[in-house]
């Protein structure tokens, strides 16, 4: 089994943080492709992006340590992510880097841009475009998207409630919308836990065919 943990590109240098990770113990990496949330790493907002991506792998490769999942941006609570939008199109970017570097697939949340009550069907015509508007790319790169089970604060009685996917019939019938073999599902168990939803009834009704993530 595989034991990662997140990557942080601003803090220290890829050769300092992927080291440190090795050195730690863990057997591989999960790719943090956000930056502050919304932004992509520095390093990677070049246009010399696809050299870079190659030279992390280069090393990664050199020190054993695979990268396992990767992560894209924040941006599900921004707006509709359009492909002529400049997040999808950041998207898109972190796609094909985490591909370069190795990972198998990225977690890439659900649109979640407006209160989730009330907007149920709403967002999920949203993600339906938006995760269908991916799959090209996932194809393309050989890389599987994963969504996400996701939360929302309430402000006005500043308590955390369900959103995008939190239920697991629903994060199921998200992966079966899309019915691609580049769709699948990210179970975050945090997050599980901050909406009540059983872990167990998440993992038997996404069953194996589906499930493909863990956080």
Same mark, same amino acid.
């Given at each position: =089994?595989?034991?990662?943990?997140?990557?942080?590109?601003?803090?220290?240098?890829?050769?300092?943080?992927?080291?440190? =990770?090795?050195?730690?113990?863990?057997?591989? $990496?999960?790719?943090?492709? =956000?930056?502050?949330?919304?932004?992509?790493?520095?390093?990677?907002?070049?246009?010399?992006?696809?050299?870079?991506?190659?030279?992390?792998?280069?090393?990664?490769?050199?020190?054993?340590?695979?990268?396992?999942?990767?992560?894209?941006?924040?941006?599900?609570?921004?707006?509709?992510?359009?492909?002529?939008?400049?997040?999808?199109?950041?998207?898109?970017?972190?796609?094909?880097?985490?591909?370069?570097?190795?990972?198998?697939?990225?977690?890439?949340?659900?649109?979640?841009?407006?209160?989730? =009550?009330?907007?149920? /069907?709403?967002?999920?015509?949203? @993600?339906? /475009?938006?995760?269908?508007?991916?799959?090209?790319?996932?194809?393309?790169?050989?890389?599987?998207?994963?969504?996400?089970?996701?939360?929302?604060? @309430?402000?006005? @009685?500043?308590?955390?409630?369900?959103?995008?996917?939190? /239920?697991?019939?629903? $994060?199921?019938?998200?992966?079966?919308?899309?019915?691609?073999?580049?769709?699948?599902?990210?179970?975050?168990?945090?997050?599980?836990?901050?909406?009540? /939803?059983?872990?167990?009834?998440?993992?038997?009704?996404?069953?194996?065919?589906?499930?493909?993530?863990?956080?």
């Amino acid at each position: =089994m595989l034991v990662s943990t997140a990557t942080e590109f601003r803090t220290f240098d890829y050769k300092t943080t992927l080291k440190m =990770m090795k050195d730690a113990g863990f057997t591989a $990496f999960d790719l943090s492709l =956000m930056d502050r949330g919304t932004d992509i790493p520095e390093i990677f907002c070049g246009d010399d992006y696809v050299k870079v991506a190659h030279e992390v792998r280069a090393y990664a490769d050199s020190i054993g340590l695979p990268c396992n999942q990767a992560h894209a941006i924040f941006g599900s609570h921004l707006g509709a992510a359009k492909p002529d939008t400049k997040l999808f199109a950041d998207t898109v970017r972190c796609m094909e880097i985490a591909a370069i570097i190795g990972a198998k697939a990225i977690v890439v949340h659900p649109m979640q841009f407006v209160p989730y =009550m009330g907007n149920v /069907e709403f967002l999920k015509k949203e @993600n339906y /475009e938006f995760y269908k508007d991916l799959v090209p790319y996932a194809e393309k790169f050989g890389i599987i998207v994963l969504t996400e089970n996701m939360w929302q604060f @309430n402000p006005n @009685n500043k308590t955390i409630v369900q959103s995008t996917c939190a /239920e697991a019939k629903e $994060f199921a019938e998200y992966v079966d919308m899309i019915d691609s073999p580049y769709l699948k599902a990210c179970l975050d168990i945090g997050h599980t836990v901050l909406t009540g /939803e059983s872990v167990k009834n998440m993992i038997l009704t996404l069953g194996h065919d589906r499930l493909f993530g863990l956080h």
